[in-house]
T-cell receptor
Framework: GAVVSQHPSWVICKSGTSVKIECRSLDFQATTMFWYRQFPKQSLMLMATSNEGSKATYEQGVEKDKFLINHASLTLSTLTVTSAHPEDSSFYIC??????????????FGQGTRLTVV | KQEVTQIPAALSVPEGENLVLNCSFTDSAIYNLQWFRQDPGKGLTSLLLIQSSQREQTSGRLNASLDKSSGRSTLYIAASQPGDSATYLCAVWGSQGNLIFGKGTKLSVKP
């Protein structure tokens, strides 16, 4: 199956700093990538959808100026948490799809990033 | 707005038991439904994908069924093992390829 690599797997940062999370599709071109967030004991919630070469579409309640998403190539999307605060501490995970992969193969997820803001 | 509910929230069984995890969704107009496994602090492992035209999928000891008309899916695990202990997530596909997740069922299989 297709492989999606997410980096870093965990990060601890100080309040007020910015953190960048990378999501790469290793063996296919991902025209669309999704970013999810999961708080403890909660379900994964979609934050934004990014399409290569265009602006990301954010879900209601997600601050686009705080969570900067860049999908500059068909294999890389980045999520930057700007001016991080302790309440941003969460598990962030990306997913990628490509029409060429075909829906029968399902959605492909990265390994996730555990962000802790202190 | 699509909502996904998973019951039970947690389940503890002795090794060897067969078990069923339930998932329900409010909007029957789904594209696909996918079951995942999530280990603590880890990403998602896809278990089974059921396309909207299918009624079930099987992989090893796992069998997932889909009844769109009633808005339900079940994940059947046969002969459970301690290694099956994890949180199981049900997700339905949105029209854009995004997934709407349930909160999961935390399964514990006791040796």
């Amino acid at each position: 199956g297709a492989v999606v690599s997410q980096h870093p797997s965990w990060v601890i940062c100080k309040s007020g700093t910015s953190v960048k999370i990378e999501c790469r599709s290793l063996d296919f071109q991902a025209t669309t990538m999704f970013w999810y967030r999961q708080f403890p004991k909660q379900s994964l919630m979609l934050m934004a959808t990014s399409n290569e070469g265009s602006k990301a579409t954010y879900e209601q309640g997600v601050e686009k100026d705080k969570f900067l998403i860049n999908h500059a190539s068909l294999t890389l999307s980045t999520l930057t948490v700007t001016s991080a605060h302790p309440e941003d501490s969460s598990f962030y995970i990306c997913s990628a799809r490509s029409p060429g992969q075909g829906d029968p193969l399902g959605a492909f997820f990265g390994q996730g990033t555990r962000l802790t803001v202190v | 707005k699509q909502e996904v509910t998973q019951i039970p929230a947690a389940l503890s069984v002795p090794e060897g038991e067969n078990l069923v995890l339930n998932c329900s969704f409010t909007d029957s107009a789904i594209y696909n439904l996918q079951w995942f496994r999530q280990d603590p602090g880890k990403g998602l492992t896809s278990l089974l994908l059921i396309q909207s035209s299918q009624r079930e999928q099987t992989s090893g000891r796992l069998n997932a069924s889909l009844d769109k008309s009633s808005g339900r899916s079940t994940l059947y695990i046969a002969a459970s093992q301690p290694g099956d202990s994890a949180t199981y997530l049900c997700a339905v596909w949105g029209s854009q390829g995004n997934l709407i997740f349930g909160k999961g069922t935390k399964l514990s299989v006791k040796p």
